[in-house]
């Protein structure tokens, strides 16, 4: 079993940053991939920037070059640096945790509100 709470959230006014802090308890050893997700009112779950244990990053097309996800594997925490924010960046973002050993695992956070104001 995973916990993750996530932290970081909040209002910002369009152009302006904010990073989001997600921590990981529990059987961390085992995590393969973390990553943040974001759903925004009346839209799917879309997948933002995932990490790999060995640090291999991908990212949405939508936030290519204005967020940086990183992991401090020692600490259990994953962060998401997010800059140059747009209103459409408005949405819940929750962070998520993959176990694979043989079967695959998901474990998510409950989510922190991020609202960027145009």
């Known amino acids: 079993q995973v916990q993750l709470v996530e932290s970081g959230g909040g209002l910002v006014q369009a152009g302006g940053s904010l990073r989001l802090s997600c921590i990981a308890s529990g059987s961390t050893f085992s995590i393969n991939a973390m990553g943040w997700y974001r759903q925004a009112p009346g839209k799917q779950r879309e997948l933002v920037a995932d990490?790999?244990?060995?640090?291999?990053?991908n990212y949405a097309d939508s936030v290519m070059g204005r967020f940086t996800i990183s992991r401090d594997n020692a600490k259990d925490i994953v962060y998401l640096q997010m800059n140059s924010l747009k209103p459409e960046d408005t949405a819940v973002y929750y962070c998520?945790?993959?176990?694979?050993?043989?079967?695959?695992?998901?474990?998510w956070g409950q989510g922190t509100q991020v609202t960027v104001s145009s």
């Open positions: 998520n945790a993959v176990i694979v050993v043989g079967v695959l695992y998901e474990y």
């Open positions: 990490i790999s244990s060995g640090g291999r990053t």
